[in-house]
Nanobody
Framework: QVRVAESGGGLAQSGGSLRLSCAAS????????MGWYRQVPGKQRELVAD???????SYADSVKGQCTISRDNAKNTVYLQMNSLEPEGAAVYYC???????????????WGQGTQVTVSS
């Protein structure tokens, strides 16, 4: 079994900061890319940022300069530091982790349940 769990969402004031965490646990051989997505009602889920096992990062244009993604490979955890939050950043944030459960298995995507981020103006 593999479990992916996000934490750190909540209410922030406009201009404030939040730090999201996502930890993968269970039967894991290796983890490749870890990413953060977000979704608002009526819209498709969109990529916010991702980070490879080697530490290479990519960001959506809308969050460049505001968000920083990082990971702790020893803890199988990825973080998303969000600064200068605005109401447009409010969404449910999901973590996507690409995991190989065994040496011989294919990589698969595992998603968390999501964490709500609300920004008050």
């Amino acid at each position: 079994q593999v479990r992916v769990a996000e934490s750190g969402g909540g209410l922030a004031q406009s201009g404030g900061s939040l730090r999201l965490s996502c930890a993968a646990s269970g039967s894991i051989f290796s983890i490749n890319t870890m990413g953060w997505y977000r979704q608002v009602p009526g819209k498709q889920r969109e990529l916010v940022a991702d980070i490879t096992s080697g530490g290479s990062t990519s960001y959506a244009d809308s969050v460049k300069g505001q968000c920083t993604i990082s990971r702790d490979n020893a803890k199988n955890t990825v973080y998303l530091q969000m600064n200068s939050l605005e109401p447009e950043g409010a969404a449910v944030y999901y973590c996507d982790v690409r995991i190989k459960r065994y040496r011989w298995s294919y990589e698969a995507a595992y998603w968390g349940q999501g964490t709500q981020v609300t920004v008050s103006s």
